[in-house]
């Protein structure tokens, strides 16, 4: 785990956002939960990408290094003040404004909005109590063979231990087992970061 967390690197621009997020109170994506999406975005050559949670920039730039260069990302949050720092990491990272549609608001109102069938992955880094919202929007918004990444299933440990049963955990858990038992669903767990249970739709 610490090895394959040391294998991905970041460049200053990584840094700064990390160190940014560090000082707003987000908690972002660890390098190598961040190569992952790299590698799904890339894998998927994914030209359309939604990001439920922008924080100050993370996961956005390592979804856009993975993205078609013609790629658009769409990435929602209520804080005014994170995305106006990921606005900043984007351009530094070199993407010009058309590659990012940045929407501030409740992902739960925003993502009725947005395209069926339009989507290549879609990347949800919110509140486990969002996590079957966020599925069932997925699930329409994604093409045939398109990907969902929810981050945190392994609810800070504790996902494995049958005692746990305060609300995040359970919540979690109903979530990935509905996923893994669903026909419309291939689905592994990735054990970077806080866990990312990796989702393609048939």
């Known amino acids: 785990m610490q090895f394959a967390e040391a294998y991905a690197t ?5 840094r700064t956002a990390r160190s940014l997020a560090h000082e707003v109170g987000v908690d972002a994506v660890s390098a190598g939960a961040g190569a992952a999406l790299r590698l799904l ?10 990001e439920i949670g922008t924080g100050t920039g993370v996961s956005g730039v390592w979804l856009l ?9 769409t990435t ?6 994170h995305q106006r720092i990921a606005r900043r990491i984007f ?4 993407f010009p404004a058309g590659r990012t549609r940045i929407i501030t608001g409740r992902a739960l109102d925003v993502l009725p909005r947005l395209a069926d069938g339009a989507y290549d992955l879609v990347f949800v880094d919110a509140e ?8 069932d929007a997925a699930l329409r918004l994604l093409r045939p063979g398109g990907v969902l990444a929810l981050n945190g299933t392994l609810a800070g440990g504790r996902i494995g231990d049958p005692a746990a049963r305060d609300v995040e955990t359970v919540t979690v858990r109903e979530t990935i087992k509905a996923l893994r038992e669903s026909e419309h669903w291939i689905t592994a767990m990735l054990p970077l970061g806080h866990g990312i249970l990796a989702a393609v739709r048939c």
């Open 91 to 94: 351009v530094e990272a070199g």
């Open 41 to 50: 975005a890339a894998a998927g050559n994914a030209r359309a990408v939604v």
């Open 76 to 81: 929602i949050d209520v804080e005014v003040e």
């Open 65 to 73: 290094r993975g993205m078609r260069a013609d790629g658009v990302l």
């Open 128 to 135: 486990a109590t969002g996590f079957a919202a966020c599925v």
């Open 10 to 14: 970041e460049d200053l621009v990584l």
